[in-house]
């Protein structure tokens, strides 16, 4: 049995993850962190000022990681000083917490650092690549909705996807919404929805005279980053030192 501590346990991923493992028969929830204690599936939820205590008393094979980019910092320190192996599925990271991130993990503990954990949306982004080879003089537009409750903006599966385009397109210039009187330039559009109880959705336009190509995912449940996280982690725990993507995961072409 691998056995699983989920941190940001009270979330919402935390609990589609904590049910998900709890109902796996090879995979053992041996706890929770967040903020206030608690009791998810069976087991106890520590306050984060403990999870270093919980840690050493269940020693985990995993740790699952669905908080806040801040929190995330602190348990990936956490989990790499104790010598767990990690899955990351936290976004939003600035470019400094994500150096301090890969110091934390590189030499010490194997991780999947993913900005999406859904087998389509890992799909999608290989199609995307394909695409943007060939697609390198359409106008381009990337659109991203998502609940209310959402705290980071553009998606962290938004940003891999403007990451891709640059490397597959060339780098363009990124203009978060628009308002007033201006001229389309060489740029890629990006907009942001906030709404209600949406999941995931993503679209990206390729434009061009009389014509527009349009690729997009839906996520209409949390299960399907929930089975692609329980999917890392059974892939994780064994593995060398270092950060790994779901494309690693899945053996996806690079
Ligand atoms: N990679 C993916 O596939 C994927 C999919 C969905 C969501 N996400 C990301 O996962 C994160 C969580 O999403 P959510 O919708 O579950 O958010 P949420 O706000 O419902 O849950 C986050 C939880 O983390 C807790 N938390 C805050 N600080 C903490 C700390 N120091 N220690 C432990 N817990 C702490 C919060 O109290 C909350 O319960 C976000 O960054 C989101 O963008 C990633």
Known sequence: ??????????GRMGQTIGRMVSESADLELVGGINLKPGI???????ESKNAESLLQNVRPDVLIDFTI?????????????????????????????????????????????????SLGVNIFWQILRDAGKLLKDYDIEVIEAHHRNKKDAPSGTAKTILQILDAEVGPR????????????????????????????????MFSKNFETIELSHRAYDRSVFATGALHAARWVVGKKPGIYGMSDVLNLKK
């Open 1 to 10: 049995m691998i056995k699983v501590v989920v941190s940001g346990a009270s």
């Open 40 to 46: 998810f599936f069976g087991v106890d939820i520590v």
């Open 69 to 117: 980019a801040h929190a995330a910092i602190g348990n990936i320190k956490l989990a790499a000083r104790n010598k767990v192996a990690l899955v990351v599925g936290t976004t939003g990271f600035t470019a400094e917490q994500t150096a301090d991130m890969e110091k934390a993990i590189k030499g010490y503990v194997p991780a999947v650092v993913s900005s999406n954990f």
């Open 173 to 204: 210039k990124k203009v978060y919404g628009r308002e007033g009187v201006m001229e389309r330039q060489d740029e890629i559009g990006v907009h942001v929805i906030r709404g209600g109880d949406i999941v995931g959705d993503h679209k990206v």
